[in-house]
């Protein structure tokens, strides 16, 4: 299923060198990874999230911030695969440091369900944080938008805050496969703007996909994240985009105030028609 990045031929990948048949070819990290990001696609040095959002972002799924949209996620799309057979195969596109990816994967393992998992990011640090410590997918370092993947061979993908490119979903995804997003819904971490913006705005609802997608079921998941503790709520600051530019006054006023914290997510399920 994954292919060359480089001229889209089928990657070989019983070796620790994956190789296409036009000898391009990419060596598996010591954690596991492979890098199949060709360097022409990069922007910038380092794309995607830093490496300390990336841990604070760790410490928080660690801790389980997330975790009632975590087994929501799981139940959604239990509740949506096809009967008729027990095997999937499951990406997450910009997975980050892959706590979702290794919960849903785990949660439908028990579940009795032979799955194979497989996630990318554009971030190389997020991709070995992952491969490190969930060794339940495959992980590879890939954009969003060019995704390393052979056509119509994935029966779920992912896309949870993250960028990405509906098109190349529809194109990785099989004839009866699904497409899960995941994004803020309006009231997302308002307690948390409320202090950090004068006037703090509602998130705006996630955009409807054109054809070919067809909306299956729309989910709002929301509750509160109790930030007693620091590890929390430390985490929960560092891996959202809006203490970048406090001061260190501010984000330790922050520190001091906020003790709980709404989450609102919307879980859509759609399907290529
Ligand atoms: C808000 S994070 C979400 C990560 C993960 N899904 C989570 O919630 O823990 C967004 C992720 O998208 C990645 N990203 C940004 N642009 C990307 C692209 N073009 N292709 C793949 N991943 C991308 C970032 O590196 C980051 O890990
Ligand atoms: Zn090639």
């Known amino acids: 299923m994954w292919q060359c990045p480089l001229c889209q031929h089928a990657l070989d ?34 794309p995607g999230d830093d490496k300390p959002m990336l841990i604070a972002r760790r410490n928080f799924h660690q801790a389980r911030g997330y975790e009632p949209l975590m087994q929501n996620l799981h139940k959604l799309i ?24 290794a919960f849903v994967t785990q949660a439908l393992c028990q579940d009795g369900y032979d799955i194979k998992a497989f996630g990318s990011d554009i971030a190389k640090a997020g991709v070995e944080m992952a491969a490190k410590k969930y060794k339940n997918a495959q992980f590879v370092v890939g954009s969003n938008f060019d995704l390393p993947v052979a056509a119509h061979t994935l029966d779920v ?15 990785v ?31 705006n609802a996630p955009q409807l996909l054109p054809d070919p997608w067809r909306l299956d079921e729309e989910q709002r998941v929301h509750f509160n994240v109790d930030l007693s503790a620091d590890t929390l709520k430390q985490g929960l600051l560092n891996m959202t985009p809006y203490t970048w530019k406090l001061t260190k006054e501010k984000y330790e006023d922050i520190m001091q105030h906020l003790d709980t914290v709404t989450a609102d997510f919307i879980i859509r399920v759609w399907r290529p028609q």
Not at 22 to 29: I, K, Y
């Open 13 to 46: 990948t019983r070796s620790s060198s994956w190789r296409c048949v036009n000898n391009h070819s990419f060596d598996q990290a010591k954690s596991g990874y492979v890098n199949l990001l060709p360097v022409q696609n990069k922007r910038s040095k380092q």
């Open 78 to 101: 239990k509740s949506h695969l096809n009967g008729y057979k027990t095997a999937y195969t499951i990406y997450e596109a910009g997975c980050g440091e892959g706590a979702y990816l």
């Open 157 to 171: 993908v992912m896309q949870i805050f993250a960028p990405g490119n509906h098109i190349e979903y529809a194109r």
């Open 173 to 203: 995804l099989t004839k009866q496969g699904m497409l899960v997003t995941v994004d803020p819904g309006p009231n997302h971490l308002c307690e948390l703007k409320a202090l950090v913006y004068t006037k703090p705005e509602l998130h």
